[in-house]
């Protein structure tokens, strides 16, 4: 059935390819500028996005064993995603029980004990509380009622995601919409972590409007990789998670291969997006990937973006093999980071001052530019979608 619609894509670029044209949407769509920076929409957004749906935290590859967690920060909720000892994912606001103090430091690694540094409560890999200092001076509390506060966490194709609530309004299956069938094809469960770094950037739709956007690439990145892109881009869409392929691009491996002979690796390239906050590229020819997450900052006009890097296969174990994939992570990290922070965000930032300048009352979407339309559009229907029919809004969209 994946595969189905990989050959289905395929096709489509390659007809657009012999042709030399691209899909276009059925008008260009105006998004007004105060979108991007009014606090009303804003709060709006915190609520009713980040809210309401999952954000992706990790990859499965990272939280296999017992006891290996990750702690961090989604839209002002510090968090604690750990595996139990016995073998459960669970999800915690990682916030001490006793006066609020965070407990694990951000960052991933592995511990039987989560020990607060305030005073020293503690708290096992099931969140429970499992130490009090002094504990006679605090009585007879309950201590079953005093482990870590839960959040809502759910495992996808190699993904964690994470809901900032332990009561989701919509599962993760229904806000996938089997887009999850799609990204198994990266084999993300695979891979290993190789490294993160965060960037700085401007409001997060600015940011998430340049990872949907092919049209630029050859322009804004000329001095990097751009030269060797192409303006043109095809958009697939699973509910409301976007895959943007190009034609002319990345297909010349099988475009003279007979269909039942074309390899699942040469179907999956392009970027892959993940409503509302995630954009996944592959680098090498799948040796890398980078899972980019946006997200918001304390105020409208900033976000932060973890840059996750999967190297595929297992961690090497020799020592130069070890030392050599080390190398390449590094460049690789660094170009990526250059590219991102001095090109897209140094770019964005700007558009962002621009656009509380009011000199102009909105932004425009092209036929070429469908993903900014139907993210834009999609988030305007979010946004005016009540909490009781939000799991109905994501089913209809199911195919
Ligand atoms: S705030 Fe954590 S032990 Fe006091
Ligand atoms: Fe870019």
Redesign the pocket.
């Known amino acids: 059935m994946s595969r189905e619609q990989l050959v289905r894509i395929a096709r489509r670029n390659l007809a657009h390819t012999a042709a030399g044209t691209q899909d276009q949407a059925d008008g260009v769509v105006q998004v007004p500028v105060t979108n991007y920076f009014d606090e009303d929409r804003w709060r709006e957004e915190m609520e009713k996005v980040f809210g309401r749906l999952p954000v992706v935290v990790a990859a499965s590859c990272e939280l296999a064993a017992p006891n290996s967690y990750i702690a961090g920060e989604v839209a002002g909720t510090p968090f604690l995603v750990t595996r139990g000892d016995d073998g459960e994912l669970r999800g915690f606001y990682n916030m001490?029980?006793?006066?609020?103090?965070i407990?694990t430091e951000p960052g991933t690694g592995s511990a039987r004990r989560h020990t607060?540094?305030?005073?020293?409560?503690s708290y096992d890999s099931r969140g429970r509380l499992a130490g009090v200092?002094d504990a006679d001076d605090f009585g007879d509390i309950d201590r079953d009622c005093l482990g870590l506060t839960p959040l809502s966490v759910a495992e996808r194709a190699g993904l964690v995601w994470l809901y900032r609530t332990s009561n989701p309004l919509v599962d993760i299956d229904t806000f996938l919409c089997g887009y999850d069938e799609m990204l198994a094809h990266h084999r993300f469960d695979q891979c290993h972590v190789v490294g993160r770094q965060v960037i700085a950037g401007p409001n997060w739709k600015v940011a998430y409007d340049g990872y949907l956007d092919f049209y630029h690439l050859p322009i804004l990145h000329k001095d990097t990789f751009g030269p060797e892109m192409s303006t043109k881009a095809n958009y697939d869409a699973w509910g409301p998670h976007q895959r943007v392929t190009s034609p002319g691009r990345g297909w010349e491996r099988i475009v003279d291969v007979d269909e039942s002979e074309w390899d699942d690796s040469h179907l999956i390239g392009g970027v892959w997006t993940i409503f509302p906050h995630v954009s996944i590229a592959a680098f090498d020819d799948g040796r890398m990937y980078m899972v980019s997450m946006l997200y918001p900052g304390d105020d409208p006009g900033s976000s932060f973006t973890t840059q996750m890097f999967l190297h595929s296969g297992p961690a090497p174990v020799d020592a130069d093999d070890i030392a050599s994939e080390a190398d390449y992570v590094k460049k690789r990290m660094e170009f990526n980071h250059h590219v991102v922070k001095d090109e897209d965000y140094f770019t964005g930032l700007r558009i962002q001052r621009a656009l509380r300048s009011g000199g102009k009352q909105f932004n425009l979407f092209g036929r070429n530019e469908g993903g900014g339309q139907r993210f834009h559009g999609f988030l305007d229907t979010l946004l005016a979608t009540p909490d009781d029919e939000l799991s109905s809004l994501f089913k209809s969209l199911h195919d």
Request: glycine share 8%; with cysteine.
């Open positions: 001490c029980s006793h006066r609020g103090a407990v607060c540094p305030y005073h020293a409560w200092m």
